[in-house]
T-cell receptor, first 111, second 114 residues
Framework: QKEVEQDPGPLSVPEGAIVSLNCTYS??????FMWYRQYSRKGPELLMY????GNKEDGRFTAQVDKSSKYISLFIRDSQPSDSATYLC???????????FGQGTTLQVKP | EPEVTQTPSHQVTQMGQEVILRCVPI?????FYWYRQILGQKVEFLVS????????KSEIFDDQFSVERPDGSNFTLKIRSTKLEDSAMYFC????????????FGQGTRLTVV
């Protein structure tokens, strides 16, 4: 079983839709959870960072962590064509600083 | 806004040659990282560096790889004898803390080994 699983998509939605992106994980030692956005041939850009179960909101983005189910989500409200990118979940075990990434989900928001 | 900068953006090298990839982390960050992403694959951890020594490395980071902080601002990744399979995007990242703070990534160096 992979440590972090993420559906690669692609996911195509109309402008204005609510987008839900998800990752599951198997390692109970993961304590910190991040979402990055990556445009083609660019570096990952940090969007959200959480370390506890529950929701965290930042503008149009909401990150959700359910440690009991080993499941994290990123919701994008009122999606825009500029949100078209690959979204990477990343996790950090408690005893290390290295990020373990998911495969990334490619999102296309159509005008 | 402070950012991690990497040079060059694209490097082409012949198999067996040495390459040095350069990074300038965010100035008040203390922890530095290299990751790589082979085309179409996941971003993979290579190494973390703190206080002038390696904190952690992956199994990818073998004797062909080395890292150095030669001065107060630069952080380098050296690949001694490049192989075709080293072709990838290499990302430098930095963070203030370890492990529980956000890591910020540079734009990457695309390494092509021919």
């Amino acid at each position: 079983q992979k440590e972090v699983e993420q559906d690669p998509g692609p996911l195509s939605v109309p402008e204005g839709a609510i987008v839900s992106l998800n990752c599951t994980y198997s390692n109970s030692a993961f304590q910190y959870f991040m979402w990055y956005r990556q445009y083609s041939r660019k570096g990952p850009e940090l969007l959200m960072y959480t370390y506890s179960s529950g929701n965290k909101e930042d503008g149009r983005f909401t990150a959700q962590v359910d440690k009991s189910s080993k499941y994290i989500s990123l919701f994008i409200r009122d999606s825009q064509p500029s949100d078209s990118a690959t979204y990477l979940c990343a996790m950090v075990p408690s005893n290390t600083g290295k990020l373990i990434f998911g495969q990334g989900t490619t999102l296309q928001v159509k005008p | 806004e402070p950012e991690v900068t990497q040079t060059p953006s694209h490097q082409v090298t012949q198999m067996g040659q040495e390459v040095i990839l350069r990074c300038v982390p965010i100035s008040n960050h203390l922890y530095f990282y290299w990751y790589r992403q082979i085309l179409g694959q996941k971003v993979e951890f290579l190494v973390s560096f703190y206080n002038n020594e390696i904190s952690e490395k992956s199994e990818i980071f073998d004797d062909q790889f080395s890292v150095e902080r030669p001065d107060g601002s630069n952080f380098t990744l050296k690949i001694r004898s490049t192989k075709l399979e080293d072709s990838a995007m290499y990302f430098c990242a930095s963070s203030m803390g370890y492990p529980n703070t956000e890591a910020f990534f540079g734009q990457g160096t695309r390494l092509t080994v021919v």
